[in-house]
């Protein structure tokens, strides 16, 4: 079993940054993919990025170049920087975890668990 606990997220400017963090407890960040997905209201939960156990990374067209996955430093931790934020990325953010194959990788099906969410609002 493995819990994930979000962390980070908050209200930023057009242009800003911000930083969400995931930590997991009851498994090894290894032992998964770790993802992240975005739910913004009236529409469907959509990916964002994900570092998978080999440890490559993979990302939305509309994230690219902007948001980075990272593993954190405290133990069990991974990390999305976001840059240049739009209020497009505005959204509930979600972290999770699972065991897809590749060509699974953005399907939120697949992941077993998931964090409890945070709120990004990019607004002037």
């Known amino acids: 079993q493995v819990q994930l606990v979000n962390s980070g997220g908050g209200l930023v400017q057009p242009g800003g940054s911000l930083r969400l963090s995931c930590t997991a407890s009851g498994s090894t960040l290894s032992d998964y993919s770790m993802a992240w997905f975005r739910q913004a209201p009236g529409k469907e939960r959509e990916f964002v990025a994900v570092m998978r156990a080999t440890g490559n990374t993979y990302y939305a067209d509309s994230v690219k170049g902007r948001f980075f996955m990272s593993i954190g430093a405290e133990k069990n931790t991974v990390n999305l920087q976001m840059d240049t934020l739009k209020p497009e990325d505005t959204a509930v953010y979600y972290c999770?975890?699972?065991?897809?194959?590749?060509?699974?990788?953005?399907?939120?099906?697949?992941?077993?668990?998931w964090g409890q969410g945070t709120q990004v609002t990019v607004s002037s």
């Open positions: 999770a975890a699972g065991r897809p194959i590749l060509s699974s990788i953005r399907n939120a099906n697949v992941y077993s668990y």
